[in-house]
C-alpha cells in the first residue's frame, strides 16, 4: 500500500457514510410497516398512499406570501427509485418542499408549522413499533461515527486558514483541493528546517506524512530548472523559501515511489545527501501528478556548475571530499534500533550531484539506489525498469559479470563512477583549465550505446585520459592518483568510500580543506 496515497480520508467521505448508515437504521425501523403518506393526487382516491421512501410535500410562493390552502399544499409519496440520492434527495433540500418518514408526516398541518420554520426538520422520527434490543447497535454506531466526523470537521476549519500558499505563478494544486485538507499542528510559522529538527529527532528518517501533505499543497511552482527522462525539476516557493520540485510522468510512478522511500530511511539525513522534504501525489482521474520535494541549490548540478567555471585547488579538494563524505555516508551500515541500512547509489554521475552555495556539493536522485538487508544478507532492489547511466556503468556492469546477489559489487560500482567524476572537476581546475568534456567524450559517442561502452572500458580497458599538467601540480597528482584507484578493472582491488574521504582528507595542507 502506498503510504503516499490517500493518506487521510476526505470529510466528504466521512458525510457520506455517516448519511448512508443514518439512512439505513431508519429504513431498518420503517420495515416493519409500510410509511403511510396523505396524498391529494388524482391517483389517490381514499387520500392515502404508500411507499418505501418518503412522504413529500410541496408548496408555492405568490407574491412573497406562502399559501397552505389545500389546492397550493401537493401531498404524495417519494419512493426510492426515484429519490436521488436515496439517503437524502435532492428535491428535500428546497426550501419550499418537505421530506419525512413517519406516517401520515406530511399532512397539512405539519407542513405549514415545518415550512414556516423554513423546514428546519429534525432528524428522520424512530418507529413506534421498533424495540430497544432492533436499535441499541445502529445508536451506537451513529455515536461512533458522530465522533469521528466531529473530528474530521474540526481538522478541516482548521485548514481552510492555513492552506492559502505563497505568491507564484502555478499553485501546485487547485484551490479547492487544498480547503479540507488538514495540517499538523507542528508548522505554525516554523521553516522546514526546524520543522525537520523538531519532528526527526536525529533518526533523519523525514518529516510526518500529514506535514508533508500540508507543505507540497502549499508549495507554488516559479520555473523550470531542469529536465530529464523522468520528467522535470521546477524551482517553487513556500512560505518565501526556495525549494526543488521533482514531477514525475505517471510512467515513472515506481522511481517517484522508491526515491521517496530511500529518502526517508532511518538515519540518512546527512548534509552532503540532498535534503528531502516531502512527497505527495494528486489524481482527478485523468492524470496523475507525482511531486518529490527537496531542498534548492542555486547552483545546479555539478554538471551545470563545471560546464560554466572553473575552480581553484582548494574547490576541488573541498568538492571531492563533500562527494566522498555523502557516499561514504550512503555506504556506510548502522547498527542499532534505529539504525541506517547500506545503500548503494547505482546511477552516480556529475549530473546528480548538487552544488551548494558554499561549492561543497550534495549527492541526489536516488530512485536506482538500492539497499542491504543485514539480517538476511540480501539486497534489496527496486522494481523499475530504468538502468543507470551507460557512460558511468563499471566494466563489471557492462559486461554483466557482477554478482547481483551481493552487497558490496554494487558499492564498487559506485566508486568507478566516482573516480569519473573526480575526473570531470579536476580537468576545470588549475591555471589552465581544459574545457567540460564527460568521461570518454574522445572514444564514443555523444550517446553512447551499451556496445560503445563495452567495447572501450572491457575490450580495450581504457580510461579517461590524464593530462601531463596535472603531474606538476601537487593537489591534481594527488587526486590524479585517487582516481585511478577508483577504476581499475578488479573491482576488489579499488578503494572504498571511506578510504577514499580519508585520503582526500589528507590531500595538502588543511588550508586546502575549508569546509
Keep these: 500500500m502506498y503510504q503516499y496515497k490517500n493518506v487521510i480520508m476526505d470529510t466528504f467521505h466521512w458525510r457520506k457514510w455517516f448519511l448512508l448508515l443514518l439512512f439505513a437504521v431508519y429504513r431498518r425501523l420503517d420495515a416493519v410497516d409500510g410509511l403511510k403518506c396523505y396524498c391529494n393526487s388524482p391517483s389517490c382516491p381514499n387520500e392515502t398512499c404508500e411507499t418505501d421512501g418518503y412522504c413529500f410535500a410541496s408548496t408555492s410562493i405568490e407574491g412573497g406570501v406562502q399559501k397552505f390552502t389545500y389546492q397550493e399544499v401537493e401531498l404524495r409519496c417519494m419512493s426510492l427509485k426515484t429519490a436521488f440520492p436515496p439517503e437524502y434527495p435532492i428535491k428535500c433540500k428546497s426550501s419550499a418542499n418537505y421530506c419525512c418518514q413517519y406516517d401520515f408526516c406530511n399532512s397539512n398541518d405539519i407542513v405549514r408549522e415545518s415550512l414556516s420554520k423554513v423546514l428546519q426538520a429534525t432528524a428522520m422520527e424512530s418507529s413506534p413499533t421498533a424495540k430497544v434490543w432492533q436499535v441499541l447497535p445502529w445508536v451506537m454506531g451513529l455515536m461512533a461515527l ?273 573516480g569519473l567524476v573526480l575526473w570531470e572537476i579536476a580537468r576545470r581546475c588549475g591555471t589552465m583549465p581544459d574545457e567540460y568534456q564527460p568521461p570518454y567524450y574522445d572514444s564514443v559517442p555523444p550517446d553512447p550505446a551499451l556496445e560503445d561502452m563495452r567495447r572501450v572500458v572491457c575490450m580495450e580497458k581504457r580510461r579517461p585520459n590524464v593530462p601531463n599538467r596535472w603531474h606538476s601540480d601537487p593537489v591534481l597528482s594527488a587526486i590524479s592518483k585517487v582516481m585511478k584507484e577508483c577504476w581499475y578493472q578488479n573491482p576488489a582491488a579499488r578503494l572504498t568510500a571511506l578510504r577514499i574521504k580519508k585520503t582526500l582528507a589528507n590531500i595538502g595542507t588543511g588550508d586546502h580543506i575549508k569546509l
Design 146 to 418: 458522530t465522533v469521528c466526523v466531529a473530528t474530521s470537521l474540526w481538522w478541516a476549519k482548521r485548514s481552510r486558514s492555513l492552506m492559502k500558499g505563497g505568491r507564484g505563478s502555478r499553485p501546485l494544486f487547485a484551490a479547492e483541493d487544498s480547503l479540507g485538507e488538514p495540517r499538523h499542528p507542528i508548522m505554525g510559522t516554523a521553516t522546514i528546517r526546524d520543522m525537520i529538527e523538531l519532528t526527526t529527532s536525529g533518526s533523519g528518517s523525514g518529516l510526518p506524512l500529514l506535514v508533508q501533505r500540508s507543505i507540497a499543497r502549499q508549495i507554488q511552482l516559479v520555473d523550470i530548472i531542469g529536465k530529464g527522462r523522468f520528467g522535470e525539476v521546477w524551482r517553487g516557493r513556500w512560505r518565501g523559501e526556495n525549494v526543488a520540485v521533482k514531477i514525475f510522468s505517471s510512467r515513472e510512478e515506481c522511481s517517484w515511489f522508491r526515491e521517496a522511500e530511500i529518502y526517508q530511511t532511518v538515519m540518512l539525513r546527512h548534509e552532503n545527501i540532498l535534503g528531502f522534504i516531502a512527497a505527495d501525489n494528486k489524481d482527478n482521474g485523468t492524470w496523475t501528478q507525482l511531486w518529490l520535494i527537496t531542498d534548492y541549490h542555486e547552483n545546479g548540478s555539478l554538471f551545470d556548475y563545471l560546464t560554466a567555471r572553473t575552480i581553484d585547488s582548494n574547490t576541488l579538494v573541498k568538492m571531492a571530499l563533500s562527494i566522498a563524505t555523502g557516499l561514504a555516508h550512503l555506504h556506510m551500515d548502522i547498527v542499532g534500533t534505529k539504525g541506517k541500512p547500506a545503500i548503494a547509489h547505482r546511477d552516480l554521475k556529475s549530473k546528480n550531484i548538487l552544488v551548494k552555495s558554499n561549492l561543497t556539493c550534495v549527492i541526489g536522485d536516488l530512485g536506482l539506489a538500492v539497499r542491504h538487508n543485514v539480517a538476511s544478507d540480501s539486497v534489496d532492489v527496486p522494481s523499475t525498469n530504468r538502468v543507470g547511466t551507460k557512460r558511468y556503468m563499471a566494466p563489471e556492469v557492462l559486461d554483466e559479470t557482477m554478482d547481483t546477489r551481493q552487497f558490496d559489487p554494487y558499492k564498487r560500482s559506485d566508486v568507478y563512477s566516482f
